[in-house]
């Protein structure tokens, strides 16, 4: 069964940051595009990045761009370094997997995905 973990969230202040990692087990995603996403209280889960199996592809949300890096390793973890973070960012973040290997699925949407992490909580606040 495949598990995915986050770590790393936490309380920090505007303008600080976080590094975000997600570690796979259950199969090999050396081939699967992988993803960070974010909901926020009262609000539906959103995409923040991903990145494809060779790490060429990446995607960001216009909200993050330039303030957050995805990458990953061969290992199947997935990293998120968050820098200049503000209140708006404040949210769960969620890794996911997507369902078919490769990189012809969309990587901004929720339905490209089959497994999903618990989640950490990220909270930016003064």
């Known amino acids: 069964q495949v598990q995915l973990v986050e770590s790393g969230g936490g309380l920090v202040q505007p303008g600080e940051s976080l590094r975000l990692s997600c570690a796979g087990s259950g199969r090999s995603f050396g081939l699967y595009t992988l993803a960070w996403f974010r909901q926020a209280s009262g609000k539906e889960r959103e995409f923040v990045a991903a990145?494809?199996?060779?790490?060429?592809?990446i995607s960001y949300a216009d909200t993050v761009k330039s303030r957050f890096t995805i990458s990953r390793d061969s290992a199947g973890t997935v990293d998120l370094l968050m820098q200049n973070l503000k209140p708006d960012d404040t949210a769960i973040y969620f890794c996911a997997i997507a369902s078919y290997p490769g990189s012809s699925l969309p990587a901004d949407s929720r339905d490209s995905y089959s497994s999903w992490g618990q989640g950490t909580q990220v909270t930016v606040s003064s």
């Open positions: 990145i494809d199996w060779s790490g060429r592809k």
